[in-house]
């Protein structure tokens, strides 16, 4: 997969809202593109509204750094090797568990941000989405994921 199309993050979106529901949590959930810039986002009811910029910049700081934003927490400690990272690019580099890079092909496509529990809890929502994405594209150890969106059934 070459770039991260509309459509799929639309069925990115369904699995991460069916495991956040599963998990009895409303996420804000967003998926942007290879350059950061915002291609999906849902605002399940009862979300917190912070959590709307929270996921956004999640997703982005995934793209951006080339890694899970989880994976900053601890180097960006402080007396780590990037304390006070969170504090550049007006403030937008999160250090919450909870954004995941999308790869395809070996290089990153996309991201996604999830805010609306632990960091924990969102980097659990995150990853059903990133096995989804990889399921979409036959990656080794990839399951396959369905998600059930009303009346209509996705295969992923």
Same mark, same amino acid.
């Given at each position: 997969?070459?770039?991260?199309?509309?459509?799929?993050?639309?069925?990115?979106?369904?699995?991460?809202?069916?495991?956040?529901?599963?998990?009895? *949590?409303? =996420?804000?959930?967003? +998926? &942007?593109?290879?350059? #950061?810039?915002?291609?999906?986002?849902?605002?399940? %009811?009862?979300?917190?509204?912070?959590?709307?910029?929270?996921?956004?910049?999640?997703?982005?700081?995934?793209?951006?750094?080339?890694?899970?934003?989880?994976?900053?927490?601890?180097?960006?400690?402080?007396?780590?090797?990037?304390?006070?990272?969170?504090?550049?690019?007006?403030?937008?580099?999160?250090?919450?568990?909870?954004?995941?890079? *999308?790869? =395809?092909?070996?290089? +990153? &496509?996309?991201?996604? #941000?999830?805010?609306?529990?632990?960091?924990?809890? %969102?980097?659990?929502?995150?990853?059903?989405?990133?096995?989804?994405?990889?399921?979409?594209?036959?990656?080794?150890?990839?399951?396959?994921?369905?998600?059930?969106?009303?009346?209509?059934?996705?295969?992923?």
């Amino acid at each position: 997969m070459d770039k991260l199309t509309l459509e799929t993050a639309r069925k990115l979106l369904a699995v991460a809202e069916q495991k956040s529901r599963q998990m009895g *949590l409303n =996420s804000n959930i967003a +998926i &942007v593109d290879d350059g #950061g810039n915002l291609v999906a986002f849902e605002r399940m %009811d009862h979300a917190r509204i912070a959590g709307i910029e929270i996921s956004q910049n999640k997703a982005w700081t995934s793209v951006s750094m080339q890694m899970p934003t989880a994976n900053l927490a601890q180097t960006a400690a402080a007396g780590g090797p990037a304390f006070g990272i969170n504090t550049t690019n007006g403030g937008r580099v999160v250090i919450l568990g909870g954004g995941i890079p *999308l790869t =395809s092909g070996g290089r +990153i &496509v996309g991201g996604i #941000g999830v805010s609306g529990g632990s960091s924990a809890q %969102d980097i659990e929502v995150a990853t059903a989405a990133v096995q989804a994405f990889d399921a979409m594209q036959g990656k080794p150890g990839a399951s396959n994921v369905n998600a059930r969106i009303g009346s209509s059934r996705i295969y992923t």
